[in-house]
C-alpha cells in the first residue's frame, strides 16, 4: 500500500520536464567581458595641481555669557511684596458715556446668570449641566474682579458670557 502511494504521488517517470543545464547558470554568475584593446595609445592625463578647500564661514558666533551676579538675599516681607506686585491693565480708554451703559449691561448680565444657577441649585445636574455651571461661576467671579480693578469692558464681556452659558443651562434643566 506504502509503495502504491509513492508511487501515485510520483507521477509519471517519463513526462518530467529536463532539468536546466548548469553551463547556462554558470554564464549567468561569471558574465564574460569581451577584451578590447585600443589601436592608438591614451594621453597621459593632465598635470592639476591640488589645492587644499577653503574653510566655511562660521555661522554662528559663539557668545559668552557675563557671570551672573550675587546680592544679598532680601528680607522675607520684601521679597513677598517684590512677587505681589500689582499686574499692570491694559484698558481702552473709554468715554464717561461707554463706561455707564458698560456698568450697567455688566449688572444685567450677572443678574440674569446668577437667576438662572438659583434654578439649577438642588437639582440633580448631569455632566455636561455641571461643566456649564463651573463655568458661568468662574465667568461671573472672573467679571466681578474686572469690576473690582475698575475694567469695565473686560468685566462686560465676562458677564455676557456667564449669561450666555446660564440661559443654555437653564434651557437644559
Same mark, same amino acid.
Given at each position: 500500500?506504502?509503495?502504491?502511494?509513492? &508511487?501515485?504521488?510520483?507521477?509519471?517517470?517519463?513526462?518530467?520536464?529536463?532539468?536546466?543545464?548548469? /553551463?547556462?547558470?554558470?554564464?549567468?554568475?561569471?558574465?564574460? /567581458?569581451?577584451?578590447?584593446?585600443?589601436?592608438?595609445?591614451?594621453?597621459?592625463?593632465?598635470?592639476?595641481?591640488?589645492?587644499?578647500? /577653503?574653510?566655511?564661514?562660521?555661522?554662528?558666533?559663539?557668545?559668552?555669557?557675563?557671570?551672573?551676579?550675587?546680592?544679598?538675599?532680601?528680607?522675607?516681607?520684601?521679597? %513677598?511684596?517684590?512677587?505681589?506686585?500689582?499686574?499692570?491693565? /491694559?484698558?481702552?480708554?473709554? #468715554?464717561?458715556?461707554?463706561?455707564?451703559?458698560?456698568? %450697567?449691561?455688566?449688572?444685567?448680565?450677572?443678574?440674569?446668570?446668577?437667576?438662572?444657577?438659583?434654578?439649577?441649585?438642588?437639582?440633580?445636574?448631569?455632566? #455636561?449641566?455641571?461643566?456649564?455651571?463651573?463655568? &458661568?461661576?468662574?465667568?461671573?467671579?472672573?467679571?466681578?474682579? %474686572?469690576?473690582?480693578?475698575?475694567?469695565?469692558?473686560?468685566?462686560?464681556?465676562?458677564?455676557?458670557?456667564?449669561?450666555?452659558?446660564?440661559?443654555?443651562?437653564?434651557?437644559?434643566?
Amino acid at each position: 500500500m506504502l509503495c502504491a502511494g509513492v &508511487v501515485w504521488t510520483s507521477g509519471c517517470f517519463t513526462g518530467r520536464a529536463p532539468a536546466k543545464p548548469v /553551463i547556462n547558470s554558470i554564464g549567468f554568475a561569471h558574465p564574460v /567581458i569581451p577584451h578590447v584593446t585600443p589601436e592608438a595609445p591614451l594621453e597621459p592625463p593632465p598635470a592639476m595641481e591640488f589645492a587644499p578647500p /577653503i574653510a566655511p564661514p562660521r555661522l554662528a558666533t559663539s557668545h559668552s555669557v557675563p557671570a551672573r551676579p550675587r546680592s544679598a538675599s532680601l528680607p522675607a516681607a520684601e521679597q %513677598a511684596a517684590a512677587e505681589k506686585s500689582p499686574e499692570p491693565t /491694559i484698558a481702552p480708554e473709554v #468715554t464717561t458715556e461707554e463706561m455707564t451703559t458698560a456698568k %450697567a449691561e455688566t449688572q444685567h448680565s450677572l443678574g440674569v446668570a446668577e437667576k438662572n444657577l438659583t434654578l439649577a441649585r438642588g437639582r440633580p445636574l448631569n455632566a #455636561t449641566q455641571q461643566d456649564l455651571s463651573a463655568k &458661568v461661576r468662574g465667568f461671573t467671579e472672573n467679571a466681578r474682579e %474686572a469690576m473690582r480693578s475698575g475694567d469695565w469692558m473686560r468685566a462686560k464681556s465676562l458677564a455676557k458670557k456667564a449669561e450666555v452659558l446660564s440661559e443654555q443651562l437653564a434651557a437644559s434643566l
